[in-house]
Nanobody, 123 residues
Framework: QVQLVESGGGLVQAGGSLRLSCVVSGNIFVINVMGWYRQAPGKQRELVATISSGGRTNYPDSVKGRFTISRDNAKKTAYLQMSSLSVEDTAVYYC?????????????????WGQGTQVTVSS
């Protein structure tokens, strides 16, 4: 069974910074793309950042220049460094991993989500 566990969320004032972590565990052959998404109340889940196994990153304009995604492949961990936070960044942040797992001695592709971590930015 594969699990993604996020941590690092919390309450921060506007202009502040937070660092989120996502640890992947379980029967994993390889982790391909890892990403962070967020969902604010009453809104759809949206992309925040993705990073490939080779380190290629992708950001929407809303966070570009303020957020940085990184990963440590040896630790099976992804990070999201968020700075210059604004009230509009308030949301539940979810980690996502596109990976290959072992099941019944076979390699199988799998896409997994974490349980989410709340980020609240106060004005």
């Amino acid at each position: 069974q594969v699990q993604l566990v996020e941590s690092g969320g919390g309450l921060v004032q506007a202009g502040g910074s937070l660092r989120l972590s996502c640890v992947v565990s379980g029967n994993i052959f390889v982790i391909n793309v890892m990403g962070w998404y967020r969902q604010a109340p009453g809104k759809q889940r949206e992309l925040v950042a993705t990073i490939s196994s080779g380190g290629r990153t992708n950001y929407p304009d809303s966070v570009k220049g303020r957020f940085t995604i990184s990963r440590d492949n040896a630790k099976k961990t992804a990070y999201l460094q968020m700075s210059s936070l604004s009230v509009e960044d308030t949301a539940v942040y979810y980690c996502n991993a596109d990976l290959v797992t072992y099941r019944n001695a076979k390699r199988e592709p799998l896409n997994c989500w974490g349980q989410g971590t709340q980020v609240t930015v106060s004005s």
